[in-house]
């Protein structure tokens, strides 16, 4: 069981792969786009970017495979393949658990790495929109996870100091801004099924 940090007096949640299973969905999408333009997206890369937008993604994956996909039209295209399969989205109830038993009782806000669309259609489909009003996304900060922008934004917007957020994360790169941001790291990935 993943346990709320004594100190702290905010919570911070990524969404992707933290508290809505989509990691396997996100693969998918990507490994579909890729086929569509002759490239096979490694299961490797994909985890090891975890939390990086996919406008950062491109330009790596065009120098890994020499190609000059456009990222925009990289953007669109990964973005409705995911959008497909949403449906197949589930939360991930050790994290859930929490937004719901802290629902009213702390401050809590969204950090994450993908668009803002895709993040209130995710927390949509999860059924977990209901209990967040504050989603900083990749939208919404110029330097991107693993800089601590994302969750130094939802501090400052939860009115609570860095030091006293707590942040649940599955990635190396939200882990790491956590730690930058001076929050309370916690990886959750322990505790995935």
């Known amino acids: 069981m993943i346990d709320v940090h ?18 396997g969905i996100h693969l998918q999408a990507w490994k579909l786009v890729g086929k569509m333009h002759g490239f096979d997206y490694p299961e490797d890369l994909f985890y090891r970017l975890a939390g990086t937008p996919t406008r950062k993604i491109v330009p790596i994956v065009n120098e890994r495979f020499s190609l000059t996909l456009d990222v925009e ?3 669109k295209e990964k973005e409705e393949a995911f959008i497909k399969c949403i449906r197949d989205v589930r939360p991930i109830e050790a994290v859930a658990r929490i937004v719901r038993e802290y629902n009213g009782k702390l401050p809590m806000s969204l950090g994450t790495g993908g668009t803002r669309d895709l993040a209130i259609l995710t927390m949509r489909a999860i059924g977990m929109d209901c209990y967040f009003d504050i989603l900083v996304s ?8 693993p800089a601590p922008d994302t969750f130094l934004k939802c501090a400052e917007l939860m009115g609570v100091e860095p030091a006293r ?27 995935l099924d």
């Open 6 to 23: 004594p100190d702290a007096r905010g919570l911070i949640f990524d969404i992707d792969g933290t508290l809505a299973d989509t990691m």
């Open 73 to 75: 039209s990289m953007v």
């Open 138 to 145: 990749a939208d919404d900060v110029e330097h991107h996870k």
């Open 165 to 191: 957020c707590q942040v649940f994360e599955d990635g190396e790169q939200g882990l790491e801004a956590a730690r930058r941001a001076g929050m309370i790291p916690t990886d959750v990935r322990p505790y």
